[in-house]
């Protein structure tokens, strides 16, 4: 499968290499950086973690990017559609490595994951599953147009599904 690629003003959203490993490790073990997301209890882990977001495009033909910075070509993070086994809905992710986050950089990679899920794949609508005490993903939620829909349990944690709909998957 070739993994579309999708480029904003200031990011590259593109498939996973070996190359990312390092930031997403440091992420990954990083207790409190990736506590929203599930940490890592070791570098193998953190490998499969990996391993298992390049798969998910196989799989279901569409998955996260690898969020890259064009001036450095350093992977900052991670976005895009998902959809895993068990999911309640086909979803909208995101996480920016704590030394790149409050620089819109999660809302630059959001939005062109929002176009692509819409232009691409078709869909008119999506979730982001949102733990209640993530308040910077809550308010890049709303940011993008989502709205508050539900509560819902994950992992022994306290989450909201926010419904992203159509009419806000262009306008951000």
């Given at each position: 499968?070739?993994?579309?690629?999708?480029e904003?003003?200031?990011?590259?959203l593109?498939?996973?290499?070996?190359?990312?490993f390092e930031?997403?490790?440091?992420f990954?073990?990083?207790?409190?950086?990736?506590?929203?997301v599930?940490?890592a209890?070791?570098?193998?882990?953190a490998?499969r973690?990996?391993a298992?977001?390049a798969?998910h495009?196989q799989l279901r033909?569409?998955g996260?990017?690898?969020v890259?910075?064009?001036?450095?070509?350093?992977n900052?993070?991670h976005?895009g559609?998902?959809?895993?086994?068990?999911?309640?809905e086909?979803e909208i992710?995101?996480?920016?490595?704590p030394e790149y986050?409050?620089q819109?950089?999660a809302h630059?990679?959001?939005s062109?994951a929002?176009?692509?899920?819409?232009?691409?794949?078709?869909w008119?609508?999506?979730?982001?599953?949102?733990a209640?005490?993530?308040?910077p993903s809550?308010?890049l939620?709303?940011?993008?147009?989502?709205v508050?829909?539900?509560?819902?349990h994950?992992?022994?944690?306290?989450?909201?599904?926010y419904?992203?709909?159509?009419?806000?998957?262009?306008?951000?």
């Amino acid at each position: 499968m070739i993994i579309p690629v999708r480029e904003t003003e200031r990011l590259i959203l593109r498939e996973w290499r070996e190359s990312d490993f390092e930031g997403y490790v440091n992420f990954k073990l990083d207790k409190d950086a990736s506590r929203f997301v599930s940490s890592a209890e070791n570098p193998h882990a953190a490998w499969r973690e990996m391993a298992y977001m390049a798969g998910h495009w196989q799989l279901r033909g569409f998955g996260m990017w690898s969020v890259v910075l064009k001036a450095t070509g350093q992977n900052i993070g991670h976005c895009g559609p998902y959809f895993p086994h068990g999911w309640p809905e086909p979803e909208i992710g995101w996480a920016i490595f704590p030394e790149y986050q409050r620089q819109g950089f999660a809302h630059e990679a959001a939005s062109e994951a929002l176009r692509h899920a819409n232009q691409v794949l078709g869909w008119t609508t999506a979730i982001s599953l949102i733990a209640n005490e993530n308040a910077p993903s809550i308010a890049l939620a709303k940011k993008l147009g989502a709205v508050a829909e539900k509560p819902f349990h994950y992992r022994e944690t306290d989450c909201t599904i926010y419904r992203h709909h159509q009419s806000n998957f262009h306008t951000h």
